[in-house]
Nanobody, 123 residues
Framework: QVQLVESGGGLVQAGGSLRLSCAAS????????MGWFRQAPGKGREFVAA????????YYADSVKDRFTISRDNAKSTVYLQMNSLKPEDTAVYYC????????????????WGQGTQVTVSS
């Protein structure tokens, strides 16, 4: 079992930055692939970014590439999502997720989910 708790969401103006954090507990963090997803009102949950368990491989959605950065600190069992140059279309609830295994973009392959944190970007 893996428990995930996100933090760091909030309200920011377009062009601003936020950093989300996700603290994991319950098993050895270093063997877990971590991902970030988001869900805007009226839309499905979509992939944002993922990091392999050693952090050597990262995936990004095209919509956030070059603006968002995923990183992890295995010693602290925490994964981060640094979000720069935020746009109103980035407004969503952001979820941290984990899967024991190889890195993936597929929502259905993640076994553990946090409760989500709201990010609102005003124009």
């Amino acid at each position: 079992q893996v428990q995930l708790v996100e933090s760091g969401g909030g309200l920011v103006q377009a062009g601003g930055s936020l950093r989300l954090s996700c603290a994991a507990s319950g098993r050895t963090f270093s063997s877990v692939t971590m991902g970030w997803f988001r869900q805007a009102p009226g839309k499905g949950r979509e992939f944002v970014a993922a990091s392999s368990w050693l952090g050597g491989s990262t995936y990004y959605a095209d919509s956030v590439k070059d603006r968002f950065t995923i990183s992890r600190d295995n010693a602290k069992s925490t994964v981060y999502l640094q979000m720069n140059s935020l746009k109103p279309e980035d407004t969503a609830v952001y979820y941290c997720a984990a899967v024991i295994g190889r890195i993936t973009r597929r929502t259905s392959e993640y076994d553990y989910w946090g409760q989500g944190t709201q990010v609102t970007v005003s124009s």
